[in-house]
């Protein structure tokens, strides 16, 4: 497998935001995987993975190995249950998944990125997240090599959460995972727009890929193409409030958007409350939140990490003002400006061991 070094990340993140990678590895097998980790000449180098790039912000050079996961293929296990390698791309999962007969993923249609990163967000649309279906994944240490099988109940699933992100950023890369599906049709239509659209079909397409099928409809409509205009989706999670502020806003906003959770609190739709503080289609250089949807920050050319931070904590600063509610970037944070290549004129043969040029061949 080659490593490459100084390589450049800029169109392996939907932001399209520029950087580079010290190191870079792309792993098409576990197995490949665990020896580059076992490997003596990167002991001690720091690792970092790479998915889809769909859901990051490059804040910088990043120092050290990044590796992104390309294992492939699928297949089918006893018990309904599918095995997904970490490099397949989510939408062809969900697509694959429909053509052969299984339901529960159509949901989370035309979700960007790859299936190892999506439990990392414990990714979720239209009232599904990943963690109703995911029965349980492989997981390797960036650390030692050494391979690790979770259940769901033990990846610590929380909204747009997981052990992954919160508990342990930065310690495993997920190399494939087993979801859990259904032949029978238990579709979940809980969504306004969404039922009415699946009503509108005939009754030869009210099935799961009917319900596909509409669910990319109403996303293509509502959120922008990456690959026309750069973006990582939504930018902030939806806060939720304790239920005496949501009264107080509720007061103050008659029209804000809420929705009761179990526990009483109140989850609000973020995009609202970022376009009732004046920044939906607003633009401000090359960054700007969509026309159509306020919770999407995108990149009209020529942006940088730092100032789509800068843009954000804008937004945030706004939206904090007018409503004393805190949104969370949803989007992961990589990089530091210059750290890089600060690593690699200290050191241009690479780690200890390691031949210098810009191919690193390991037998």
Not at 37 to 53: D, I, K, Q
Not at 81 to 87: F, S
Not at 124 to 138: I, K, M, W
Request: charged residues 20%.
């Amino acid at each position: 497998m080659d490593v490459r070094a100084d390589y450049p990340l800029d169109n392996l993140n939907t932001l399209r935001l520029p950087a580079r990678a010290q190191w870079y590895a792309e792993p098409a097998s576990t197995e490949a995987l665990v020896a580059l980790l076992r490997e003596p000449r990167w002991r001690g180098v720091p690792r970092t993975v790479l998915g889809g790039g769909s859901n990051l912000v490059l804040a910088g050079d990043i120092s050290g190995l990044v590796i992104r996961p390309m294992m492939r293929g699928l297949r089918e296990l006893p018990g309904g249950l599918l095995e997904v390698q970490a490099g397949e791309e989510w939408d062809s999962v969900v697509a694959r998944s429909i053509e052969a007969g299984w339901q529960g993923l159509e949901n989370l249609s035309l979700i960007p990125g790859s299936a190892g990163a999506a439990p990392v967000q414990n990714i979720g649309a239209y009232g599904v997240e990943l963690c109703h279906h995911l029965a349980g994944l492989e997981a390797v240490s960036l650390q030692n090599g050494q391979i690790h099988h979770f259940t769901a109940e033990q990846c610590d699933f929380g909204y747009r959460e997981s052990r992954f992100k919160s508990a342990e950023p930065g310690q495993w890369l997920i190399t494939r995972l087993q979801l859990r599906l259904n032949r029978a049709p238990v579709l979940q239509l809980g969504y306004a727009d969404l039922s009415e659209r699946f009503a509108a079909l005939p009754e030869s397409g009210r099935n799961a890929a009917g319900l596909r099928q509409v669910i990319c409809q109403l996303r293509r409509e509502k959120l922008p193409d990456p690959a026309a205009l750069p973006n990582a989706g939504s930018f902030f999670k939806n806060p939720v409030v304790e239920a005496a502020h949501w009264a107080a806003l509720r007061e103050r906003f008659p029209a804000i958007v809420g929705y009761p959770q179990a526990d009483g609190r109140v989850k609000l739709a973020a995009g609202w409350l970022i376009e009732q503080a004046g920044w939906k289609g607003r633009r401000h250089g090359p960054l700007g939140m969509h026309e159509r949807q306020a919770l999407v920050l995108v990149n009209h050319g020529g942006a940088s990490g730092a100032t789509v931070l800068a843009f954000a904590e804008a937004v945030r600063e706004s939206v904090q003002t007018m409503f004393q509610v805190q949104l969370e970037q949803e989007p992961v944070t990589l990089g530091s400006p210059g750290q890089a290549l600060q690593a690699r004129r200290s050191s241009p043969a690479g780690p200890p061991g390691a031949p210098g040029g810009d191919i690193i061949t390991n037998a």
